[in-house]
């Protein structure tokens, strides 16, 4: 099963900014929201509380907040990519996984589908939104001027969310933190 999950996640990392004919764009501002409508998959670009940097992250929402117990994922603005469990309330959360690599104006929620890409404004963070295997996955990369270069991608769905290490340019991707979500 272990195989299963890493071969898609290599091709979930592959996919993530591949072009879609179609597709929107979009520079997300501190405090800015992306929701995919079908999913309960929400990113939030703001600064993160432990760190106090500016982070892009995804969790799973449901009524009421954070889904508890659940697996949140982010990449900092300096590449360092994360990944948190929250509590059994969903609300304080104990840092799994950390592996690094190297005045906001009012926020603003998107609603992005499946083929859309996001990105932190003045950040090397580009995401997208991507099918897979019946459900919907957001990945984000931390993107170097040298594209043959080792970089950092998280990618996160209701089944999963990990860490992966990649090279854009070739393409693969080697599975650093891997956690099952909770049914929700």
Not at 38 to 60: A, I, P
Not at 139 to 155: D, I, M, P, Q, S
Not at 164 to 179: D, F, H, I, R, W
């Amino acid at each position: 099963m272990k195989t299963f999950l890493c071969v898609g996640l290599a091709a979930a990392a592959a996919a993530v900014l591949a072009p879609v004919a179609g597709a929107r764009d979009v520079m997300l501002k501190k405090g800015d929201v992306v929701a995919i409508p079908g999913t309960n998959l929400v990113c939030l670009f703001d600064t993160d509380s432990k760190t106090k940097k500016l982070e892009l992250g995804c969790v799973l929402i449901k009524v009421g907040g954070i889904v508890p117990r659940s697996w949140g994922v982010g990449l900092l603005v300096d590449g360092t990519a994360e990944v948190v469990q929250f509590d059994a309330k969903g609300q304080s959360t104990t840092t799994k996984y950390r592996k690094t690599l190297g005045v906001a104006k009012r926020s603003t929620t998107y609603k992005l589908k499946v083929g859309d890409h996001f990105a932190g404004a003045g950040t090397r963070i580009q995401c997208g939104v991507r099918p897979g295997n019946g459900t919907v996955t957001v990945g984000c990369v931390y993107v170097l001027r040298n594209a043959k270069k080792l970089t950092h991608e998280f990618v996160m769905n209701k089944t999963f969310a990990a860490v992966l290490s990649v090279v854009p340019a070739t393409g693969k991707a080697k599975p650093l933190y891997v956690k099952r979500q909770p049914k929700a």
